[in-house]
């Protein structure tokens, strides 16, 4: 990718008006943008009348991490992803867990520099079943991935998606052509909830869960972190499920996770694990097969059974498995049904360990 100056890059998907200004047509934000200008992004701005990236090759950090942390409960199962971020974000999340590197607008959070040839190159040395582009969502370094996941192809690594899926028809297309799997996050279920605590939309998100699904050979998994009085209640719950039964199948993977008081919702309280377990109760009654809580200790909520004997097939303690009983093909030993997901012939040993990597 040809270099603009330093640190900026060419990206992809924006377009000039006639009255001289240059729209970003990369997600549903259309920032419209003057020279010099940054998109609300922060990392996308307009540059001798081109929009360019200005976090591409630079990162917040890498490490190697198990895969269930991203988290992916069906696609490889224990095996190391090499993870890494940049700064900045598409999306205004009051609740933002993350918000230290999502947040950012400063570039001294980009401490490390690495070309996609390197990470790939990394990751293989280390054994990496799969990269994981996380921290804040890949979208907005949407060349940087998309490079990285080209590397990553040539030494038969897989690539994932860590991303609130806010992103126009045209990019979405391309971008999930280079996804090997995505845990997509699901804020809400009400546009009311996206406007007052994202500054977002709903649908956009939902358009993307849908064309994974239906168009892509992606493995989707969801996320949706449960606020205490915002999100949580058996109404939204019931609406979601229903909707991901209705829309997406049975099959997709669902995650409800624990609040924490962060960012600007600091005075909110933690999520309870009666709301977890009440909500995971709910979407197994509206058909969904593999649900799961987050960010407490719950065994039973953290591990797979098979929809058809009710068997555990993976046990789970936080990030380390307890339990493996599918077969080589993926099946459930007890009674051979088919588990959904994407499964080696046996399961990795990565445990729950977490390594940091220096580039």
């Keep these: 990718m040809k270099i603009i100056k330093e640190s900026f890059y060419k990206t992809k998907f924006w377009y000039k008006t006639g009255e001289g200004k240059v729209i970003c047509d990369l997600c549903p934000r259309g920032c419209k943008l003057k020279e010099g200008q940054r998109g ?33 409960y069906h696609f490889y199962p224990q095996t190391p992803v090499f993870s890494f971020g940049t700064a900045g974000c598409n999306l205004f999340c009051k609740f933002c867990q993350n918000w230290d590197i999502s947040k950012s607008t400063q570039m001294d959070t980009l401490g490390s520099f690495a070309a996609p040839e390197v990470i ?11 990269v994981a ?27 994932v998606a860590v991303t609130a899926g806010y992103i126009n028809d045209k990019p979405r297309k391309e971008f999930f052509s280079f996804i090997d799997a995505a845990n997509v996050d699901l804020k809400g279920f009400s546009e009311k909830f996206y406007k007052d605590l994202c500054s977002a939309a709903l649908q956009p998100v939902l358009d993307t869960l849908s064309y994974i699904k239906k168009e892509t050979k992606v493995w989707l998994e969801i996320t949706t972190l449960l606020i205490p009085g915002m999100n949580d209640s058996e109404k939204d719950i019931n609406k ?53 809580t987050g960010n407490i200790y719950d065994e039973e909520g953290g591990s797979t059974y098979c929809h058809s004997c009710g068997k555990k097939v993976i046990g789970r303690n936080w990030y380390e498995m307890t339990a493996y009983f599918l077969d080589e093909k993926g099946n459930c030993i ?14 990795g040993s990565w445990g729950s360990k977490r390594l940091p990597v220096q580039i």
């Excluded at 922060?42 to 991490?65: H, Q, W």
């Excluded at 790939?120 to 799969?130: D, G, I, N, Q, V």
Aim: net charge positive; charged share 30%; hydrophobic share 30%.
């Design 240 to 292: 979601m499920t229903r909707w991901i039964y209705e829309n997406l199948g049975a099959d997709v993977p669902l995650h409800f996770s624990a609040f924490h008081p962060d960012y600007k919702m600091r005075d909110f309280e933690q999520t309870s694990v009666y709301t977890l377990k009440k909500s995971r109760k709910i979407a197994i009654e509206n058909g969904l097969r593999y649900v799961y």
């Design 40 to 72: 609300l992004c922060f990392v996308r701005a307009r540059e001798n009348n081109e929009i360019v990236s200005t976090t591409y090759g630079r990162s917040s950090g890498f490490c190697v991490d198990p895969i269930e942390k991203k988290p992916l």
């Design 120 to 130: 790939a190159k990394t990751a293989k040395s280390l054994y990496c079943k799969s």
């Design 334 to 347: 007890y009674c051979s049904e088919k588990i959904a997901g994407i499964f080696d012939k046996k399961p």
């Design 133 to 159: 582009f996380t921290y804040n969502d890949p979208v907005i370094f949407f060349e940087y991935a998309e490079d990285t996941a080209r590397e990553c192809h040539k030494r038969n690594i897989k690539t």
